[in-house]
């Protein structure tokens, strides 16, 4: 008589728990578990009142330094050219004015021999339970110019974590809040940027924009010609708005000074010219200097 043959079925190995857990990580994880449920609770009891979440959001991107923080550039080279978006301060701050979301980064695994961390970026939405998470691996490398350093230093792989996981972060709170809402809250940012902040002119406007990025190494021909070749008393706002953005992102290390303005190239025959010009000009006379520039208060 046959018996039917029973596969034996081996249990895979359960992985390695911690032999010790101390007294403070076990108090921290029960903690974190009663504030997570305790947030679901608040958040059903108190739910967003939408018509006050959208007068917070106007009011506070009317701010002019919130405004200036909430757009970025960034140069890719090639092709691509300049990108151009909202900036993880902006994800943020609507995030509090829509009230009832928790949002973070985590650092999952930092594996410092293979040169990697992986992360996970996540927001949730207490009240309709939508919850958006991303994991991603991060290599411990700085790139510039087409080339890789190996970060070796805790303190830059941090900097280099932070800032590769804020970009996720952005599109995580991005993914729960309403597309109309962030819509609008890009317009009333916008519409701050070009219309200054308070009563100051629009001449005083431009002169601070000019004051600051002399101070940086940019020269008045470099803005008026990133202006489409327009002087600098034809500006409009929309130009010193967009000047601001540029100040910023170079400020925030998004974008070098040599990509938004890179120097023209001289020629030989260029410079023999020029020298050939101030010689003739020396024969004839001594060269006036010209008017020197009051330089306006503040910066963009």
Request: hydrophobic share 40%.
């Amino acid at each position: 008589m046959n018996f039917p043959v029973v596969e034996q079925q081996v249990a895979a190995p359960a992985a390695p728990a911690p032999s010790f857990v101390g007294q403070g990580t076990a108090v921290e994880q029960s903690r974190a578990v009663a504030e997570v449920q305790a947030a679901v609770v608040v958040a059903r009891q108190f739910p967003r009142d939408e018509a006050m979440a959208t007068r917070k959001m106007r009011s506070a991107f009317r701010q002019q330094t919130l405004a200036a923080r909430s757009f970025f550039r960034f140069n890719r080279g090639g092709a691509d050219g300049n990108i151009n978006g909202e900036t993880i301060q902006f994800a943020k701050e609507l995030a509090r004015c829509w009230g009832n979301i928790h949002h973070g980064l985590n650092e999952l695994r930092r594996d410092d021999e293979a040169g990697e961390s992986e992360m996970q970026a996540w927001a949730w939405d207490l009240e309709s339970n939508e919850r958006a998470s991303t994991t991603f691996i991060v290599p411990h490398v700085r790139w510039a110019k087409g080339s890789g350093k190996r970060l070796e230093d805790p303190r830059d792989v941090y900097e280099n974590n932070t800032n590769n996981g804020a970009r996720r972060l952005r599109e995580m709170i991005f993914t729960v809040l309403p597309d109309w809402y962030r819509e609008e809250a890009k317009s009333v940012a916008n519409y701050t940027l070009e219309n200054g902040a308070g009563d100051k002119p629009l001449s005083q406007r431009i002169a601070d924009a000019i004051t600051a990025f002399e101070n940086i190494g940019v020269t008045v021909e470099q803005l008026e010609e990133s202006r489409s070749g327009r002087a600098s008393d034809r500006w409009t706002n929309l130009d010193v708005a967009q000047l601001q953005i540029i100040f910023e992102s170079i400020r925030r290390g998004e974008v070098t000074v040599d990509e938004e303005f890179p120097q023209q190239r001289v020629t030989v025959a260029e410079i023999h010219q020029q020298a050939g010009e101030t010689q003739t000009a020396t024969s004839e006379g001594p060269a006036q200097w010209p008017a020197a520039r009051e330089p306006g208060a503040g910066a963009v």
